[in-house]
Every structure is written in structure tokens, then in C-alpha cells.
């Protein structure tokens, strides 16, 4: 029988009400969750060990990489045939991004977690856990990087975004749709993943910054970042990339400071393209040394410069890192 590491690292899949603040609040062990997760054992044996028990927005950069190395520890040992990690949905497309871009490795790893805390009706955790297990266990999920797996929906890491606020189905890949899905408790894969990237680093740059751009904006945050020591700031730009031209001109002098500029859309589908020229268009921002990062959303393309500048510095190699896929 298979073997799948269960790594507990908080999230509302851990979580009850607290009948004290009537919210819900970190509560239950991983022991105790996966009692809920009735007869998996006719189909892996499973380890169960906690890494953390924080909140989605409490994961920060820095311990994302640390639980990169946690989950290669265990992909390591030949009785293991795959790691489950348990995440808060806020924040879990980042971190299973920054694992996807720093575990290079044949073995499964699929991420999960619930929208519902186990006080509501329909809590959807123990549910979410199964279908993971059962993905970790499957030789058809070896080789496709690290997967999220909720509502009985395979997704990439590269691909998936938290789309809805409280929908069990919060989790799509917009461009291109679910990798599989999880029938009968197994995994059946539709396409193979369309990109992987791998950034060999053992650090992050914190100091990575997010702007969105809005009609009518100036540089005054870009300039502030960039006074305030930020060694990378993404972009959220409009459409295919382009900006309010005071923005440009930010955008300019900080590159001109080596600090490295990403560009993304803030549209929910397709990537950005120099394809106009006007002041603050995608051309002269290219030509300034903008780096486009295709199709990630901002917060993703803030996790992969996060992890560019923890392996260089120079604008020309993170440029290679986002643009050609180079490693």
C-alpha cells in the first residue's frame, strides 16, 4: 500500500468556532482531522505530521521556503510516495506556487484545505483531505508539479487562483481549466500542465512589493517603495500591460536604481504584451526594462521575483526567469 505524508499547516480545515468571540479560530490537531477522514486507510497508509497551525494570511515568505525543504525531506525517503499539505485557502496559491517553483521532484505533492471550519454545516475538510490522499497516491499525478486538489478538482499550482470568497469551488484555473479531477477516489488527469518553471534558490527577497493601477494614477507609491529599500516591485497593470503615464515615469526611475520591475494584468485572463506605444503603454515600458511575467497574477508574480532575486540580482537573469522559463 502506498505511504502518504500528511503535513497539518493550519488553515480553516483546522479551525472551529470559538463560542467565546463567535469566530472562528485554530482549534483542532492534525490527529484529530484526519479521525474524520473515515476509511482512507483502505487506501494509504498515511504519517501525519504538523508544520504549523496558522492562518492563511499569517504565512509569510520566508516560511513558505522553510516548508519547501520540510516537504522535500519527506519526498526524499524512498518509502514515501507522496506529501499532502494542508494550507488556509487566503494564501495557499502562493505557497503551493513557491513550492511548485522549488521542489523539482517526480513524487506527488497536493495541496488541500476547506472553506468551511468544522463548527459550520458541510465542512468541507475531511472531505478535500480524502480526495488528496487519494490524488498523492495516484502514479498518473508523478511528474506534474505540485497540485491543488478541493472540491474534488485537480488543479496546478501555476495555474489555480482562490476565485470566490466562500464557494466550495473557490479554486479554477481561469485560462485553462482544471488539470483532472477526483472520481471514485481516484485521480483523472484531462491534460498534462502547460508550463513549469523551476528557480534553484535557498533564500527570498522580502522586500518584493504589489501595486495595483487604477485610472488617474502617479508614481508616489512606486517612489516610496523604492525609498524604502524594495529590491522588486510588481505591477498590476491595465489590460496588456500598460499604466497611467506618471506611473511610467516612476516605473523608470526605479528600474534606473537596479530595482526590478515585473509587469502583470490586473484582467482575470491573459498575459501582457508591449503591443502600445502611447506614454505608459507596454512598448516604452519594455524598452525602459520592465520584465512581463505572461499570464501569473500579481501575487504570484510577486512569490517567483521574490525567489529570482534570492538567486540573483541581475535584471537580465530574472528577466530570463520570467520571460523564457530559464533556470
Partial sequence: ?????????????????????????????????????????????????????????????????????????????????????????????ETAYLLDL?????????????????????????ANLAAAICTATSKEAKNRGVLVCLNDELNCASEVTKTHSMHLNTFQSPEFGPIGIVDNNQAIFYRNSLNKNYVETNKVEANVELIKACAGMDGKLIDFCVNEGAKGIVIEAMGRGNIPPKMAEAVERAISKGVAVVIVSRCYKGRVLDSYGYPGGGKGLRNAGAIFGESLPGQKARIKLMLALGKTDNLEEIKEIFENGHY
Avoid at 522549488?102 to 475531511?126: A, C, Q
Fill in 1 to 93: 500500500m502506498n505511504k502518504v505524508v500528511v503535513i497539518f499547516n493550519g488553515g480553516t480545515i483546522s479551525m472551529k468556532v470559538d463560542p467565546k468571540i463567535q469566530a472562528a479560530v485554530p482549534t483542532l490537531t492534525g490527529e484529530e482531522i484526519m479521525s474524520m477522514v473515515t476509511g482512507i486507510e483502505a487506501h494509504a497508509e498515511v504519517e501525519s505530521y504538523t508544520f504549523s497551525s496558522l492562518p492563511g494570511p499569517h504565512m509569510t515568505p520566508e516560511l513558505m521556503l522553510e516548508l519547501s525543504d520540510y516537504v522535500k525531506s519527506f519526498l526524499d525517503r524512498e518509502d514515501v510516495d507522496g506529501v499532502v499539505v494542508t494550507h488556509g485557502t487566503d494564501s495557499l496559491e
Fill in 102 to 126: 522549488t521542489i523539482k521532484h517526480e513524487k506527488p505533492v497536493v495541496f488541500t484545505g476547506s472553506m468551511r471550519n468544522s463548527s459550520e454545516l458541510g465542512y468541507d475538510g475531511p
